[in-house]
């Protein structure tokens, strides 16, 4: 799909005002965000953030307490059956059936949808050679490796051809390699058109796969746009990371004052914002400071996410 039939097609999801309460806690407080069509869209944020919330919200199965939601152009509280047709849902933790055999998890999962056999026969064999797990057609799901699994559970959400991927936290808890490839597979389908929704709280995982995301923090979107645009909007271009012993870096702080452009303050190092990473390196060299080790990176969404809130992705 182009960029300009996205342009000017309507969005898949609009959310106003958008509240999820639960009892005296407000898990999502008030967010507006649009999705169109054909592109991939984060929600990132730390545990607790009220990425899941949302998600649950837009897959119609968590009813929302105030404000406005249209999804594919229903209202899902409304019309929850008909939506749910017609998406595919990623869930946090795999619901796999482990007694089947691989393919046969499919199989079931398409009758859900009226999908007849026949149909399903070479959509089955399409989406097993899609996660790469053709080979592991007969096998039982419990003898798969949990990469393996996620990649199936994505291959399940794709059985109906659903017009919106609803994915949450798709890479929680898998090696390097796993989630690496998992992003292939996901770049693929978002190559291919398919509309990607997913929470994330890794922050290279959102820089890869989505064209725009909303960060949150505490139920609230505390920052919007492209990944790129984030950073150039709330981060300077590279960042200079000095670690220290613990408990050491705050008592440093003030010997690198005026060295950048500003400094974070953690307990085992600073980290310090510039546009040039290697002369400020220098600088601290220079200043007679000792740290353990120094990192000249490349700023990104974690440093977004520090320099909006005082704290990382992860705490």
């Known amino acids: 799909m182009t960029k300009e039939a996205c342009a000017v097609s309507h969005p898949l999801i609009v959310a106003r005002g958008l509240v999820k309460r639960f009892g005296d806690f407000t898990a999502v407080d008030g967010i ?8 991939a869209f984060g929600f990132l944020g730390p545990n607790g953030a009220g990425k899941s919330s949302t998600m649950r919200m837009i897959g119609a199965t968590s009813s929302r307490t105030e404000g406005d939601l249209l999804v594919l152009g229903h209202d899902p509280d409304r019309a929850g059956p008909d939506v749910r047709a017609r ?23 398409g009758r859900y949808f009226g999908i007849s056999r026949r149909e399903l026969k070479p959509r089955v064999a399409e989406l097993l050679e899609f996660a790469r797990l053709a080979e592991r057609a007969g096998d039982r799901v419990d003898d798969l490796s949990g990469g393996m699994k996620r990649r199936l559970t994505i291959a399940r959400s794709l059985v109906n051809k659903p017009e919106l991927l609803l994915l949450d936290e798709p890479t929680t808890g898998l090696d390097p390699q796993a989630r690496h490839l998992l992003w292939d597979r996901l770049y693929s389908l978002k190559h291919d058109g398919v509309t990607l929704v997913l929470t994330t709280h890794y922050m290279e995982e959102a820089e890869q796969l989505c064209d725009r995301l909303v960060v949150m923090d505490k139920g609230h979107i505390i920052a919007n746009g492209s990944p790129l645009e984030l950073i150039a909007t709330y981060v300077s271009r590279e960042v200079v990371e000095l670690r220290f012993p613990a408990g050491q870096a705050p008592e440093m702080a003030a010997k690198v004052d005026g060295l950048a452009q500003w400094v974070e303050v953690l307990a085992d190092r600073l980290l310090l914002y510039t546009d040039d990473g290697d002369a400020t390196a220098e600088e601290v060299a220079a200043s007679g400071l000792s740290p353990a080790s120094t990192l000249v990176r490349r700023a990104g969404l974690e440093d977004v996410f520090m320099s909006l809130t005082g704290r990382g992705l992860t705490d």
Do not use: A, C, I, R
């Not at 507006?32 to 592109?39: C, K, L, P």
């Not at 998406?87 to 999962?109: I, K, T």
């Open 32 to 39: 507006d965000f649009t999705v169109e069509q054909g592109e």
């Open 87 to 109: 998406l595919g849902v990623v869930p946090q933790d795999d619901n796999l059936d482990l007694e089947l055999s691989v393919s046969d998890n499919l199989y079931v999962y």
